[in-house]
């Protein structure tokens, strides 16, 4: 089946440090790759999505390229801040049944902490 | 729009307690679901609805009962939880694959703020 793996966390990092965390994922057909930001107390806010290979999705300064020869999806900022600090969950979206509704498969979530 | 509402914001109850979460959207999305997350932890798929039909149901306890009213709503009825039923419930919403050509466009979830259950 499908599967998504996430790099462990949590990430520490210093204000204006470039941020990577590495995500790939198993999928049988050709899924698209979404990043979800979770912030503390929140519900999961769609971050970025690429919906076929070599797309690159990107919002707020944060950036991912859909990579189907190394079946990755590494979300990558070039300078983060104190308010990036959140749980980040890479996932995958396929149709198990065809006709039916598109279902995700989540990575673990990656935790980056951000220290001024 | 991209707004999924959900109420409560939290909710305690004792295990007899009989109570309901609710979520509303109006982006005209067809398909809904219920998900379970606990504390680190990804969202756990519980239930899908497509066109107010329930088309999953991940193996959840009957003590979690989902109903859709109509195509902007979404209920999820707790009756006799357990304390390991705590968690923070997220309901999310998306188009179904019918309603556009070219599935992929269709595949977007839009998540609730969520409701923070806890079960004494």
């Known amino acids: 089946g499908d599967s998504v793996t996430q790099m462990e966390g949590p990430v520490t990092l210093s204000e204006e440090a470039f941020l990577t965390i590495n995500c790939t994922y198993t999928?049988?057909?050709?899924?698209?790759l979404f990043w979800y930001v979770q912030y503390p107390g929140e519900g999961l806010q769609l971050l970025l999505k690429?919906?076929?290979?070599?797309d690159k999705g990107s919002n707020k300064g944060f950036e991912a390229t859909y990579r189907k020869e190394t079946t990755s999806f590494h979300l990558e900022k070039g300078s983060v801040q104190v308010s990036d600090s959140a749980v980040y969950f890479c996932a995958l979206s396929d149709r198990p049944m065809l006709g039916g509704s598109y279902i995700p498969t989540f990575g673990r979530g990656t935790s980056l902490i951000v220290h001024p | 729009d991209t707004e999924v509402t959900q109420t409560p914001k939290h909710l305690v109850m004792g295990m007899t307690n009989k109570k309901s979460l609710k979520c509303e959207q109006h982006m005209g999305h067809r398909a809904m679901y219920w998900y379970k997350q606990k504390a680190k932890k990804p969202p756990e798929l519980m239930f899908v609805y497509s066109y107010e039909k329930l088309s999953i149901n991940e193996s959840v306890p009957s003590r979690f009962s989902p109903e859709c009213p109509n195509s902007s709503l979404l209920n999820l009825h707790l009756h006799a939880l357990q304390p390991e039923d705590s968690a923070l419930y997220l309901c999310?919403?998306?188009?179904?694959?019918?309603?556009?050509?070219?599935?992929?466009?269709?595949?977007?979830?839009?998540f609730g703020p969520g409701t923070r259950l806890t079960v004494l």
């Open positions: 999928a049988t057909g050709y899924p698209s």
């Open positions: 690429a919906t076929k290979a070599d």
């Open positions: 999310a919403s998306s188009q179904d694959p019918v309603q556009v050509l070219g599935g992929a466009l269709t595949d977007t979830q839009y």
